[in-house]
């Protein structure tokens, strides 16, 4: 079967850094998203890897490795708005979108 | 730009009521998806489309209709509301026409639906 593992929730401080992993079994690999979704609200597309390495957007990194199936999501500079679920999708050989259950991340000031 | 619209934001229903949800996109994105958002689980697609008149299932399509007449519009109907379908509903949309790499999602607002 298909699974995408994350934490269920994290807890930070304000100004610091936080990483969310995510590791991932499908059949097929062709791409692997971050979405944000605050509480109550839609999904908003945060990152793409496709290829091994970091992927840098200002206080957002997102680094993937392929041959170990693994992502995660680095946030720096914490602010108490990125107060956030961060969700983990993967792009299947069928070019299917196979979703995580999201990481709760809370920010303490 | 409205981006993707759904409408309604909230809605209860009783069991075996009908209803449509609406979504529309001003994107002018080939592809169009609902998906249902149920706590503890990742988002489940219910069925998508890669253009107008073609349609197909995802993964829980049981207990729901789609239909694709234009471009612009996707509703999703609920034929026999069941208590297992109350969750919160997003309409997506995509430049891509199926093929999802690279191509974000672009979610509307959700309908939060209760069924009693």
């Known amino acids: 079967g298909q699974n995408i593992d994350q934490p269920t929730e994290m807890t930070a401080t304000e100004g610091a850094i936080v990483q969310i992993n995510c590791t991932y079994q499908?059949?097929?690999?062709?791409?692997l998203f971050w979405y944000q979704q605050h509480a109550g609200e839609a999904p908003t597309f945060l990152s793409y890897?496709?290829l091994d390495g970091l992927e840098e957007k200002g206080r957002f990194s997102s680094f993937l490795s392929r041959s170990k199936g693994y992502s995660y999501l680095l946030l720096k500079e914490l602010q108490m708005k990125d107060s956030a679920s961060y969700l983990c999708?993967?792009?299947?050989?069928?070019?299917?979108?196979?979703w995580g259950a999201g990481t709760k991340l809370i920010i303490k000031p | 730009n409205a981006g993707v619209t759904q409408t309604p934001k909230f809605q209860v229903l009783k069991t075996g009521q009908s209803m449509t949800l609406q979504c529309a996109q001003d994107?002018?994105?080939?592809?169009m998806s609902w998906y249902r958002q149920d706590p503890g689980m990742g988002l489940r697609l219910i069925h998508y489309s890669v253009g107008a008149g073609i349609t197909d299932q995802g993964e829980v399509p049981n207990g729901y209709n789609v239909s694709r007449s234009t471009t612009e519009d996707f509703p999703l109907r609920l034929l026999s509301a069941a208590p297992s379908q109350t969750s919160v509903y997003f309409c997506a949309s995509s430049y891509s026409s199926g093929d999802l790499n690279n191509s974000p999602l672009h979610f509307g607002n959700g309908t939060r639906l209760t069924v009693t």
């Open positions: 994107m002018n994105h080939e592809y």
């Open positions: 999708a993967v792009t299947d050989s069928n070019y299917q979108l196979i």
């Open positions: 890897n496709v």
């Open positions: 499908t059949s097929g690999f062709n791409g």
